[in-house]
């Protein structure tokens, strides 16, 4: 399978724990996305990567999440000090360098903090 | 207001019936795009257009710019094709900054 992989699929911590998730992109993309869904809602763009090079971060993202790309293949999306309003699907995608490319989703990570 | 607005939230069908879903938007686009989601979180874009209409297989997206707004038609529909369909618009060069509509989910019986 050539696909984006996402792992853990599902990750079940209580809250103040640390977590982290994975994402392989396809390998011949260079751009990395992450985003975060909850119940009912659409995505939300959390951070995109072209390389290893951290381009754009929401203002979403607060101060105890990272993400990092350190040799622009694959990605993690750290969670420090996780608060139950972070439960969510962890989307993570990835394209092509050009104009308006298309994203290539995986199956997500989904989070439930007690 | 949302800036990106699907109806109906939710869809019920036959297998057979032909499918449409809406999408509205309030902002200046370059694109947009229809993406289908599955139980368990894979998406899976399914179209990408600025302009027109696309056909692939039993979908059917078309767009108009002036009226801000795009139909997503399913002809012949399948219980296989149950899923969340979610619009999403992009605003400049590169569409990682996606806004999001809700998404419309879908249940095809037999």
């Known amino acids: 399978d050539t696909g984006v992989s996402q792992d853990p699929r599902h990750k079940i911590t209580k809250r103040g724990q640390n977590v982290t998730f994975r994402c392989d992109p396809i390998s011949e993309h260079n751009r990395l996305y992450w985003y975060r869904q909850t119940l009912g809602q659409g995505p939300e763009f959390l951070t995109y990567?072209?390389?290893?090079?951290?381009?754009?971060k929401s203002r979403l993202l607060s101060d105890r999440f990272s993400a990092e790309r350190p040799k622009g293949s694959f990605s993690t999306l750290e969670i420090q000090r996780t608060e139950q309003g972070d439960s969510a699907m962890y989307l993570c995608?990835?394209?092509?360098?050009?104009?308006?490319?298309?994203?290539?989703f995986g199956p997500g990570t989904r989070l439930l903090v007690l | 207001k949302n800036e990106v607005e699907q109806s109906p939230q939710n869809l019920t069908a036959q297998e057979g019936e032909f499918i449409t879903i809406n999408c509205s938007y309030s902002v200046g686009i370059s694109a947009l795009h229809w993406l289908q989601q599955h139980p368990g979180g894979g998406i899976v874009s399914l179209f990408m257009?600025?302009?027109?209409?696309k056909k692939h297989g039993r979908l059917i997206a078309t767009i108009n710019i002036q009226e801000k707004h795009s139909s997503l038609h399913i002809t012949a529909s399948h219980p296989r094709d149950s899923a969340v369909y979610i619009c999403a618009v992009s605003q400049g060069e590169s569409n990682y900054q996606l806004i999001w509509g809700a998404g419309t989910k879908l249940i095809i019986k037999p």
């Open positions: 995608a990835s394209s092509s360098y050009g104009y308006q490319e298309t994203q290539y």
């Open positions: 990567f072209q390389n290893e090079a951290q381009l754009e």
């Open positions: 257009l600025s302009s027109g209409k």
